[in-house]
Structure formats: structure tokens, C-alpha cells
């Protein structure tokens, strides 16, 4: 990995807390969550198609683009130049020289899409990733291993991963500042591939 790779991916958990209060409240990044088995994903999206038949699909890319753009305002809210106070909390709470802190502060968009693609990682979205191009505002090629669907669904013979592409569609509208951008999964481990490869481009 990059050094902003690697340096946000053992920074992560001594920014993200997870707490659980006596009422059974788990809070996650100051938020509320509940955690299930990935198999249930595979199995959720099933059965909501058997429900509402194709058009499920379109509402679960909607709702994977709409977790991209939340994403992407959350990580420019928090690293938008860190603030003193937080740098001295992650001072004191890691031990990391501020060498290590500054460099995650970069906020030029690839370096966003790599501290994003840290923290999918970090909280189980896909594992090992990298970007096997990149062209500002034109085209992004990343590949993951163990995406949270490609686990879930098992080996299908098809695509699977349509909530996670579509988020990263999402990701790159907000920082590209794009309306149209298209996504494709050119590659995916529930193909029998050895990596989910998605293809993400500026619609022209």
C-alpha cells in the first residue's frame, strides 16, 4: 500500500471508537449500529427481488451512491486540515511522531479515494485493494479482494458486488464534482476471479 494507505489504516482504530452501553447501544463513530452476519446481505437482496422483483436493483444502487456521497462529506469534514486538537489527541493517543499524522492530511482527491478505500478496509467493506489507474476527474481502476458482497454471495458465476461499486460511484461524483459518472465490475471473485475489479469513468 501507499504510505497514506498505510499510515490512515493504523490510524484508524484510534480514531473510530466502537462502544456498547448497558442498554445494548452500540455507537460507532458517534453513531448508532448494529452488526449482522455478512451472509445476510446475499440473503436480504434475495429476498427483497423476490419481493419487488428487478426493481430492487435500482433502489439498491440509489442507496449505494447516496452512502458514497455521505462518505465522501464525512472524510472531507475530517480531514480537511486537521485540526490542532485532534492532532494532539492522535499525539498523545498513538504515540505516532506528527510525520506520521501529516501524512494523511493530503486532501488532493486521490489521496481522499485512499484513505476511504483505508477505512472500507479497516471497518470490513473489501480487503486488500489497490488502484490500478488513475486519472484525475477521468477514470479510477480499483481492485479489492473479499468484498463484503462477493463474500456474502459465494461463488455465482456472476457479478455481485452492486451496493459497494455503486458507492465508490458516489465517491468519485462528489470529488470529481461530476453528475454522470458510470461504473462497471469488470472482474469479480464470485466469477472465480481472484479480485473485484471495478471500473469507474466520467460519463462524456
Given at each position: 500500500m501507499s504510505d497514506i494507505q498505510d499510515a490512515f489504516y493504523d490510524l484508524a482504530p484510534h480514531m473510530i471508537d466502537i462502544a456498547v452501553d448497558d442498554d445494548g447501544t452500540i455507537?460507532?463513530?458517534?453513531?448508532?449500529?448494529?452488526?449482522?452476519?455478512?451472509?445476510?446481505?446475499?440473503?436480504?437482496?434475495?429476498?427483497m427481488r423476490e419481493v419487488a422483483g428487478p426493481v430492487i436493483d435500482t433502489k439498491i444502487k440509489e442507496f449505494g451512491y447516496q452512502a458514497g456521497q455521505y462518505i465522501a462529506e464525512?472524510?472531507?469534514?475530517?480531514?480537511?486540515?486537521?485540526q490542532p486538537v485532534m492532532m494532539l489527541r492522535l499525539l498523545v493517543g498513538t504515540g505516532f511522531d506528527i510525520g506520521t499524522l501529516k501524512t494523511i492530511a493530503p486532501t488532493d482527491n486521490r489521496s481522499q479515494f485512499e484513505k476511504i478505500a483505508?477505512?472500507?478496509k479497516y471497518v470490513g467493506w473489501l480487503g486488500d485493494f489497490s488502484f490500478e489507474e488513475y486519472e484525475d476527474n477521468e477514470r479510477?481502476?480499483?481492485t479489492a479482494k473479499n468484498t463484503f458482497e462477493s463474500y456474502s454471495y459465494g461463488e455465482t458465476g456472476e457479478t455481485q458486488c452492486m451496493f459497494l461499486r455503486h458507492t465508490f460511484r458516489g465517491i468519485v461524483a462528489y470529488y470529481w464534482d461530476a453528475d454522470e459518472i458510470q461504473v462497471k465490475e469488470t472482474a469479480c471473485q464470485c466469477k472465480g476471479d481472484t479480485v473485484c475489479r471495478m471500473v469507474i469513468e466520467r460519463d462524456t
Amino acid at each position: 500500500m501507499s504510505d497514506i494507505q498505510d499510515a490512515f489504516y493504523d490510524l484508524a482504530p484510534h480514531m473510530i471508537d466502537i462502544a456498547v452501553d448497558d442498554d445494548g447501544t452500540i455507537e460507532y463513530a458517534g453513531q448508532r449500529f448494529v452488526f449482522f452476519h455478512t451472509d445476510m446481505f446475499a440473503e436480504l437482496f434475495e429476498n427483497m427481488r423476490e419481493v419487488a422483483g428487478p426493481v430492487i436493483d435500482t433502489k439498491i444502487k440509489e442507496f449505494g451512491y447516496q452512502a458514497g456521497q455521505y462518505i465522501a462529506e464525512r472524510m472531507d469534514d475530517a480531514f480537511n486540515g486537521l485540526q490542532p486538537v485532534m492532532m494532539l489527541r492522535l499525539l498523545v493517543g498513538t504515540g505516532f511522531d506528527i510525520g506520521t499524522l501529516k501524512t494523511i492530511a493530503p486532501t488532493d482527491n486521490r489521496s481522499q479515494f485512499e484513505k476511504i478505500a483505508g477505512y472500507g478496509k479497516y471497518v470490513g467493506w473489501l480487503g486488500d485493494f489497490s488502484f490500478e489507474e488513475y486519472e484525475d476527474n477521468e477514470r479510477l481502476v480499483l481492485t479489492a479482494k473479499n468484498t463484503f458482497e462477493s463474500y456474502s454471495y459465494g461463488e455465482t458465476g456472476e457479478t455481485q458486488c452492486m451496493f459497494l461499486r455503486h458507492t465508490f460511484r458516489g465517491i468519485v461524483a462528489y470529488y470529481w464534482d461530476a453528475d454522470e459518472i458510470q461504473v462497471k465490475e469488470t472482474a469479480c471473485q464470485c466469477k472465480g476471479d481472484t479480485v473485484c475489479r471495478m471500473v469507474i469513468e466520467r460519463d462524456t
